[in-house]
């Protein structure tokens, strides 16, 4: 039996001398050392021996596998620590290196100014209308009649207007304005709401025009509406937006839906004031339309005007985006080109 013991350590040790992986030392450790291991196996014929046979036997089996248990975990820590390297070298990633560049998207020049005016008129107690009160697509009435813009108006003719073939008199809006019909056929005043989106017009497209662009419709109608409110609610929108120091002016206008109707305008960026060819020499750059809500259009709503007045405004996006980050070709806006739109 010792001989036995010895030819399979000698055996087990040869197996270790090949081993080249922890996997081949773990079915070296299965082949010997295990339950069903040879020295197992051997161990199990040790009740047949004599008292003292038993003991130094056993005594030589209990070395031998210590130190084949021992030489086992040795190979075994050398694999690991040369794995273990093998890996870590070819894991290893160099700090160094400069990242890889993930370019962001963000908001287009139009939108971030939209939420910028939609947040300021926020501020001062205005609500957003629901988009049904805002559609893109409108009859007549609500882009015209009910504005009070009487049949022969020039805005009406072909040449400004898109006119739709879905059905006569269908058109694509020429200006937010009719959201405010919307509104008021829908609710019964106090009416404080703002109403921004795209409007189209049959211009020919050059720096100044294009043939849809973006407005901002307001409308507040309540009892005891003066134009001293139409003037505090704007001039403090101006102020919010161009910063306090831009002087402003309201100019007396008109609008077929506003009685009186006025202009605001706001000293020219380009110039400062000394007239340039921005501002065609004047100084000045108009921003909006307003004035006080004609009572015809209160009329045609069944909204009394002798119990209510109102007041309105309407303001083009883009211009107010132009103006504050000096922006000089409207079609800026809508080419996607990066170059342009990255710097906002
Ligand atoms: N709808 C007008 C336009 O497109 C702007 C405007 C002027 C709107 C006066 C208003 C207003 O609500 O009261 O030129």
Redesign the pocket.
């Known amino acids: 039996m010792r001989e036995q013991l010895n030819k399979i350590y000698e055996n087990a040790s040869t197996d270790l001398a090949k081993a080249s992986s922890i996997a081949d030392i773990e079915e070296i450790r299965g082949k010997y050392l295990s339950r069903k291991g040879e020295f197992n196996e051997i161990k199990k014929n040790l009740k047949n021996l004599s008292d003292e046979d038993k003991r130094t036997v056993g005594a030589l089996a209990n070395e031998i596998t210590q130190k084949l248990e021992a030489a086992l975990k040795a190979k075994h820590d050398e694999f690991y620590t040369k794995e273990l390297n093998e890996k870590l070298k070819k894991e290893r990633i160099d700090i160094t290196l400069p990242g890889k560049y993930t370019q962001m998207g963000k908001k287009h020049l139009l939108t971030s100014t939209t939420d910028e005016i939609v947040s300021i008129f926020q501020g001062l107690g205005f609500s957003v209308v629901p988009q049904e009160h805002s559609p893109e697509v409108e009859t007549e009435y609500y882009n015209f009649d009910a504005l009070n813009v009487p049949k022969d108006h020039p805005a009406r003719d072909v040449q400004d207007t898109f006119y739709t073939e879905l059905a006569q008199n269908v058109v694509l809006r020429?200006?937010?304005?009719g959201a405010?019909i919307h509104v008021m056929e829908g609710k019964n005043p106090p009416i404080r709401v703002i109403a921004p989106g795209r409007?189209y017009r049959n211009e020919n497209v050059n720096a100044r025009k294009n043939n849809f662009f973006h407005?901002i419709?307001?409308?507040y109608v309540d009892k005891d509406v003066t134009f001293g409110d139409l003037k505090g609610v704007l001039n403090e929108f101006i102020r919010v937006y161009f910063g306090a120091s831009r002087p402003t002016r309201f100019r007396n206008s008109f609008?077929p839906?506003?009685e009186p109707?006025a202009e605001v305008d706001v000293q020219c960026i380009m110039c400062e004031g000394k007239g340039c060819r921005t501002c065609s020499g004047t100084g000045w750059l108009e921003v909006?339309?307003?004035?006080m809500?004609d009572p015809n259009v209160l009329r045609g709503v069944g909204i009394d005007p002798d119990v209510y007045s109102g007041?309105?405004?309407?303001?083009g996006v883009e211009r107010l985006a132009m103006l504050k980050y000096a922006v000089d070709d409207i079609r800026l806006f809508f080419n996607n080109d990066e170059r342009f739109l990255k710097q906002f």
């Open positions: 020429s200006q937010t304005s405010q409007v407005q419709e307001g409308l609008f839906f506003t109707s909006l339309g307003c004035g809500v007041f309105a405004f309407g303001m």
